[in-house]
């Protein structure tokens, strides 16, 4: 993983219908960043999470969409699986991730 190895940082840049998903470890002076076509409108919001956390919540959903509902940059970050059809919601899932502070965008 080339993200931070004690915060696992990554930077999420939100914006009218795509997201920036980036990563730099300056120990190794690595980059990356991955633009992502999504359903947003409105101001651009950036936001950073813990990787792994992240890829957890990801595990455990295993649907192609998910919600993302957030305030700033410090609240909670609720995120909710996206049934297609009703009958496939087998749970009311809903996942709590507190976001990490981003010092350099």
């Not at 002076?29 to 101001?43: L, N, R, V």
């Amino acid at each position: 993983m080339l993200s931070n190895q004690k915060t696992h940082l990554v930077k999420f840049s939100f914006s009218e219908k795509m997201l920036e998903v980036g990563v730099t470890n300056k120990e190794i002076g690595g980059e990356a960043k991955e633009k992502i076509g999504i359903e947003y409108s409105g101001d651009v919001h950036n936001i950073g999470f813990n990787a792994q956390y992240f890829n957890e919540i990801l595990d455990i959903v295993r649907t192609p969409k998910i919600n993302l509902h957030m305030n700033t940059q410090i609240s909670a970050c609720l995120i909710y699986p996206v049934y297609e059809k009703e009958e496939e919601k087998i749970s009311e899932d809903l996942f709590l991730l507190m976001p990490l502070r981003i010092l350099e965008m």
